[in-house]
């Protein structure tokens, strides 16, 4: 009887050390599809990743955005978080830190090429074309979505400046000077940003707040480019729009 429960007993441990196994397999080889589906899943919307390689730890593939392929690599971080890299030599590099468990991008860092943002919201302008040069560097911003929709951000977006081309009617140059972009968030979840130029002279701001942007455009703006009047600090434009979703 005694070597009829220790077989049992041997047989239950066997079988518990196969599933414990197992299951350590599947978490540590698991493919990063898992973990695109439970963000998709958190944020309500599409997580545009493709030909991805590796595993939920560390991998590479890449992200669309505008129909436009960035290179990604990831690489897990305790407790749980990924270090994300994203970009190429054309679009510049961004580095964060993402929580997908809780649709965080966190302490996002590093520069994107102007020329090739203005390339991909061209679309967005009205039939204008507008060229700059340099970089538009981020420090320290922090975003969180929901069900598509950004919650909270923060951070510091600045832009060097430079001689940069816009057309309505002909190609006209104008020198644009140092920006700052100061982005806060209030404990009411309102987003709060200014656009200022190096000197503090405010060029704009927004306040974010469920699903809507109010923005105002002062005349000290459109002045930069030959286009206002009158006393800088007047409002230019002010309207309110519905935020789209992200990601659609």
């Known amino acids: 009887m005694n070597r009829k429960n220790d077989n049992i007993m041997g047989l239950r441990a066997s079988v518990a050390v196969f599933v414990v196994s197992l299951i350590l397999s599947l978490v540590i080889w698991a493919p990063v599809s898992v973990i695109a589906s439970i963000a998709e899943r958190q944020l309500g ?9 590796g595993t939920i730890w560390q991998g590479k593939g890449a992200v669309s955005v505008n129909q436009v392929a960035l290179d990604a690599e990831w690489q897990y971080q305790f407790p749980l978080s990924w270090q994300l890299t994203v970009g190429n030599t054309e679009s510049g590099e961004l580095v964060g830190s993402l929580a997908p468990l809780s649709t965080q991008l966190n302490n996002l860092t590093g520069a994107v090429k102007a020329g090739w943002l203005l390339n991909q919201i061209e679309p967005y302008l009205g039939g204008i074309y507008l060229d700059a040069p340099g970089e538009i560097d981020l420090a320290g911003v922090s975003a969180h979505i929901n069900n598509g929709q950004l919650t909270f951000a923060e951070g510091t977006i600045s832009y060097d400046g430079g001689l940069a081309t816009y057309n309505l009617f002909s190609d006209v140059n104008v020198n644009v000077p140092p920006m700052i972009a100061l982005i806060e968030a209030s404990d009411d979840r309102r987003i709060n940003a200014r656009l200022l130029t190096q000197d503090g002279l405010l060029l704009g701001d927004a306040e974010v ?6 923005y105002k455009v002062y005349n000290a703006l459109p002045s930069l480019f030959g286009m206002g009047s009158g006393n800088p600090a007047d409002i230019y434009i002010e309207n309110q729009i519905a935020m789209p979703a992200l990601g659609m």
């Open 45 to 53: 919307m599409p997580v545009p990743l493709q030909q991805a390689q």
């Open 209 to 214: 707040a469920e699903g809507l942007a109010q």
